[in-house]
């Protein structure tokens, strides 16, 4: 899956959006042959050509490349090239933000029976954003989104219901959405029945049911539903009573902890703090070896610049040093970690400056 922006984290709440399926997924072609077809006008690689720019795999990220990639193939009437083109324009990554056009676009494809863009097109008619739709037919595109198999429009059609804010509240629907949702995988929707049924909302309440759902919730990794479930083990409502259970329960929630240990080789957070900690450590030496294309030194400039470790805290720097090393060692893991803390213009402004050091590097410094 790539690398979500914040557009899809927030606008969608859990929304599970795949990579445009392209036909050299399973090819020997490089990125060159790719390239070359696409600039000889073939729609599937230009979508895969965006697709790589827009994930930073075997490349530095840059978003300008992907949105111009991704406009050529939709001047195709490509509807991958479509939707992912109209993601990046709600964000304003490579190209201004644009709700309307934005949600033009998504509409464009979601008319075209694309079923991640009508659940797009619902959300966005909810909050309001690029269309002065009534909120209150986000209800129609959602139910088509979930009679199409996206679970994620089954359970946003079943909170409509739940709250009563925009469509009449109705806890019988509600319910048959969210049950939908959970039969189709969403986790959010198993959480939320949970919830129903600890409330009574709709039906008999029932916290050892409730306790159930939360549980299967959590395994799949759901924060709510932890703090959930360590409310009710705190509090001895339909479980037995477990305070330690409930502390180790709400500290997952709240740190959610993540794998810092990297891969191709490439130095962990413990193991920079220890070469900067060196006698022969020198920032300038550093430098110089990231700027002659020395992609550990890039990997380590980087997390010095993020973490503010013996230089002035800069993500900007530190994002431009790990897409470099990024493009090299095919490690995302840091360097997406860092855009969940970066603005829209930061991330812009950091892909700008990969493309000015990766110029100088390959011009020899």
């Given amino acids: 899956m790539r690398h979500l922006t914040k557009f899809w984290l927030t606008l969608l709440a859990g929304a599970c959006l795949a990579l445009p399926h392209t036909g050299f997924a399973q090819t020997e072609l490089s990125l060159k042959d790719i390239t070359l077809l696409a600039e000889n006008g073939n729609a599937s690689a230009q979508v895969s050509l965006g697709t790589a720019y827009q994930t930073g795999q075997g490349v530095a990220q840059d978003y300008a490349e992907a949105v111009k990639w991704y406009s050529e193939a939709a001047k195709t009437g490509s509807i991958e090239a479509i939707f992912s083109l109209a993601g990046l324009t709600a964000e304003g990554l490579g190209t201004e933000r644009d709700y309307e056009t934005a949600f033009a676009?998504?509409?464009?494809?979601?008319?075209?029976?694309?079923?991640?863009?009508?659940?797009?097109?619902?959300?966005?008619?909810e909050k309001g954003l690029g269309t002065e739709i009534p909120p209150e037919a986000a209800a129609t595109y959602y139910k088509t989104a979930a009679e199409a198999g996206i679970p994620e429009g089954a359970t946003n059609l079943g909170a409509l219901y739940q709250t009563g804010e925009i469509l009449p509240q109705d806890f019988a629907k509600a319910l048959q959405w969210y049950e939908y949702g959970a039969k189709l995988g969403d986790v959010r929707a198993v959480n939320n029945l949970g919830v129903m049924i600890l409330r009574g909302e709709g039906v008999e309440k029932n916290p050892s049911k409730?306790?159930?759902?939360?549980?299967?919730?959590?395994?799949?990794?759901?924060?709510?539903?932890?703090?959930?479930?360590?409310?009710?083990?705190?509090?001895?409502?339909?479980?037995?009573?477990d305070e330690a259970k409930a502390d180790e329960l709400y500290r997952r929630a709240a740190e959610q902890t993540r794998n810092t240990r990297t891969s191709a080789g490439l130095p962990d957070a413990q193991d920079i703090l220890k070469i900067i900690s060196t006698e022969g450590f020198t920032k300038r030496a550093l430098q110089n070896a990231a700027e002659a294309g020395?992609?550990?030194?890039?990997?380590?400039?980087?997390?010095l610049h993020m973490n503010g470790w013996g230089t002035p805290q800069d993500y900007v720097s530190a994002y431009a040093w790990l897409n470099l090393a990024t493009a090299t060692s095919g490690e995302t893991s840091v360097r997406d970690r860092l855009t969940e803390r970066m603005t829209t213009s930061q991330i812009n402004a950091g892909q700008e400056m990969?493309?000015?050091?990766?110029?100088?590097?390959?011009?020899g410094g």
């Fill in 354 to 363: 990969s493309r000015d050091l990766a110029a100088t590097i390959a011009d």
């Fill in 294 to 303: 020395d992609t550990r030194a890039q990997y380590v400039l980087g997390h």
């Fill in 210 to 241: 409730a306790a159930e759902l939360f549980t299967l919730a959590v395994e799949q990794g759901s924060t709510e539903a932890m703090g959930n479930l360590a409310s009710l083990y705190g509090s001895a409502m339909g479980v037995p009573l």
């Fill in 105 to 125: 676009l998504f509409n464009q494809a979601s008319a075209a029976g694309h079923g991640p863009a009508t659940l797009v097109v619902g959300t966005m008619i």
